[in-house]
């Protein structure tokens, strides 16, 4: 079943990278009353899922949300903190390729680019990928979002090696 969900969101996200929408050139737009509210209540079932580490059906959950985006789905806002939760559902639930993909296309999506914690996890994910070069790149910005603080509750192996790839503060305190 695991697998069958992956192959799912594999096939409803992918279209992601073709369809782009530049976000920093375009305005979101506000979403129907009664499908943010159906959005938001998916939503928010996918989250308690997760905080009971039960990920695959969170991802089920945020799956369900997702498909009630109007096209193009990357111009709502809902899209973004969608594929994040997607995407962190994976991560956390060691599905690296996946957490890679959903926050790789999120960044095509309105108000995600600059953000911290969207940096953090898709370097962590490109970390455990093996992506070196593209995982120092994420937790640059990520640290360069939020300073040292969003790395404490992390395996400290993500800030030990940005460590290695940047020169230290003028400060000398990281």
């Known amino acids: 079943?695991?697998?069958?969900?992956?192959?799912?969101?594999?096939?409803?996200?992918?279209?992601?990278?073709?369809?782009?929408?530049?976000?920093?050139?375009?305005r979101p737009m506000m979403l129907p009353q009664s499908v943010h509210e159906r959005i938001t209540a998916l939503s928010k079932e996918g989250d308690?899922?997760?905080?009971?580490?039960?990920?695959?059906?969170?991802?089920?959950?945020?799956?369900a949300a997702f498909d009630l985006l109007p096209e193009p789905k990357t111009q709502w806002e809902?899209?973004?903190w969608l594929l994040v939760a997607i995407g962190d559902a994976n991560f956390l639930s060691k599905h690296y390729e996946y957490a890679q993909r959903a926050l790789s296309d999120a960044m095509h999506c309105p108000n995600a680019i600059g953000n911290p914690f969207i940096h953090l996890r898709l370097g962590q994910s490109q970390f455990e990928l093996g992506n070196k070069k593209r995982a120092a790149d994420e937790l640059a910005r990520a640290y360069m979002g939020a300073g040292a603080e969003i790395f404490k509750t992390e395996d400290p192996k993500y800030f030990a090696f940005l460590k290695t790839v940047l020169k230290p503060p003028a400060s000398g305190k990281w």
């Open 1 to 26: 079943m695991r697998e069958f969900l992956l192959f799912i969101w594999v096939v409803l996200f992918g279209f992601l990278n073709s369809t782009v929408v530049n976000s920093a050139e375009s």
């Open 48 to 63: 308690a899922l997760a905080d009971k580490t039960k990920y695959r059906e969170a991802i089920e959950k945020y799956i």
């Open 78 to 80: 809902a899209c973004t």
